[in-house]
């Protein structure tokens, strides 16, 4: 194969050249405008280059980068302390990544029942559907087999199931082998499906009943996506006992976390777990930052009325391009479209009209802008996505007349 550069050709990036961000825009050499609703994959929540994240990073790349965690880093407590005041959780341990918040999760959650007596206790449960990382235990844990494609065989340990086989379920996390149970409240890359809130409280009610713990991965729904903090807390009584943070919690600067309870992390002592990089002072000045603005009621409110915006715009498209569109879901400003056309398509035909979309499971496009974005940008979301609709149309006629 022709190496055309030195990168791992792991992606296919779309080809436009970038040069600089505001808000939801991106703008590119020429200074033509595109419209991201994709924000680094849910990441971007506060739009590019929000003032408040420039003033907290420049500041504080001044001062102190990078020191380990063999020295006290306050921005690290000061951040721990943030995000327990606001959820279920006593501890918060920092990482740099998605992934890295599961696998301190899943690590979490054995050692919990290593140190209660129960070291054979050690299987994860996973659903159909989920994405989870792309470390081994990420791979291991996410319902898509694609991932672990190549990669040697499926680790011992991880348990795939369908969220919609009850009984498979309930005899699974009744086993004396069963950890824990990991699920997105949101799923994310399988294609923005919302779970129902009974779907949430059956999880939670049957681990609880069989002393296994349960962890949300919230690193795509959480940190405001959906109009609440945390997506499970749309649903009463369904806090789990770990969970996993990373994509917005830095608004765009790499850094992640792992919640627990105190119950949950009584296995985690000095040694039992540890990073180089992770929660360093550069992180946690922007994080603080990124908290304090997503955390804030008035976004929250400002998230539900843009995503009932956005989603009545998108239901008009689907009334008059029926024969694109299938079905609107999700939850927030995490909204799946089903296509009845094929998706990586669409998506390459949204960027004639500078429109930019995520791809899904499902045959969805997923539309994820930055929670700032205003009643006109979703209306111009709306028009660009109409647009592309026609190009898709108008592209399927072309072919049925070369065809016929
Ligand atoms: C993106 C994502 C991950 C992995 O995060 P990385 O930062 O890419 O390691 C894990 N879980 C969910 C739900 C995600 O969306």
Redesign the pocket.
Known sequence: MPVTNSVLPVYNPAPMKLERGRGVWLFDEQEADWLDCVAG?ATNALGHCHPRLVAALTEQAGKLWHVSNALAIPGQVALADKLTAASFADYAFFTN????S?EAAIKIARRYHAVRGEPQRIDVIGFAGS????TYA?INASGSTALLDGFGPRLPGYLQLSLDDHAAFAEAVARPGTAAVIV?PVQ??GGARALLPEELLRLRELTRRHGVLLIH?E??CGMGRTGRLFAHQWVEGAEPDIM?L??ALGGGFPV?ACLASAEAARGMVFGSHGSTFGGNPLAMAVAQAAFDEIAQPQLMAHVEAMSARLREGLEGLRQRHPGVIEAIRGKGLLVGVRLATPNKEFIVAAREHRLLLAGGGDNCVRLLPALVITAEEVDEVIRRFEATCRSVEGAGADAALVAG
Do not use: P, Y
């Not at 990544?97 to 890295?100: L, M, N, P, R, V």
């Not at 994405?131 to 792309?134: N, P, S, V, W």
């Open positions: 994959i990544s998605g992934a890295e599961i994405f989870h990382g792309r990420g997105e994310g890359e991965d690193v795509q996993a990373a994509k992640g």
